[in-house]
Each structure stands twice: as C-alpha cells, then as structure tokens.
C-alpha cells in the first residue's frame, strides 16, 4: 500500500452527479498565452455562417480563441498595408485571435455547407465581443 502512494497514485475522491459534453476539440498551429491586466469577461459562443455569408469586417476587444467544428472558415486578416492575409480553417482546426483596432477581420464561408465553430472570448468586464470596422481595402 505505501508503495502505491510513493509512486503517485494516491487515493482519490470519487465524484458524483457529474457529467461533460465536449463541444469542439482543436489543435492550434503556434503556442497559446492568454493574459489579461485586470478581471475578465469569458464569453462562449457556437457561431454558424451559412453558405456565402460573412461575419462583415470587424475586430474585438479582447482575445478570442476559435475551434472549427464543420464547414471550412475562411479567415481574412488585414494588414497595414493593404495585402492581408488569407487563411483557411477546417474542422479540428483551433486559431487564436489577438483584439484591438489593428486585428479588423472578416470570417467567410464560401463552401457550400454551414461554418460551425465554437469560439471563446477573453475579454473586459463590459466590453461588446466585437465592433464593426471598415472595410480596409484588402488586395482581392
């Protein structure tokens, strides 16, 4: 018995009445560090575009961290100077989104079935999850 314990197996509490759904599962393609200076809103949303549809540009205050669950999400991200960044995301794919006013996006599905991504925020207590932007011109 005191070896058992010794090699880290300690007894534990069993738990009761408990039960989990995972809803989405993804694997990012860098390190994730998440900090915030003060207390936070964490918000989670499932979010679905439907074929041709767009979430229009926009950017968010806080972080936001996204796993594709269906669909293939197009992500275009733009830059100061104007070529932008095209990436594409499909299920089991996780990315992190930084905020703030120099990250403006647009999520678009130009498949031909639902986008369905489960996304987490990170937020300030009282802040929106995102704001609308212009459109800032990216190179099509």
């Known amino acids: 018995m005191a070896i058992g314990l010794l090699s880290g197996s300690a007894a534990a509490t069993p738990g009761s009445g408990v039960s989990a759904r995972t809803l989405a599962q993804g694997v990012t393609d860098g390190p994730v560090k998440v900090t915030t200076a003060h207390a936070a809103t964490v918000l989670a949303r499932t979010i679905t575009i439907a074929p041709g549809g767009s979430t229009g540009w926009h950017y968010h205050p806080g972080k936001i961290i996204g796993v594709v669950v269906s669909g293939t999400l197009t992500r275009t991200l733009a830059s100061k100077d104007g070529a932008c960044r095209v ?19 647009n999520w678009r599905n130009l498949g031909k079935t639902p986008v369905v991504l489960h996304a987490t925020y990170i937020l300030s207590p009282n802040s929106p999850a995102s704001i609308d ?3 800032p011109g990216c190179a099509r």
């Open 87 to 105: 990436l594409t995301s499909r299920p089991g794919d996780a990315f992190v989104e930084e905020g703030g006013r120099r990250h403006v996006h």
């Open 133 to 135: 932007a212009k459109d």
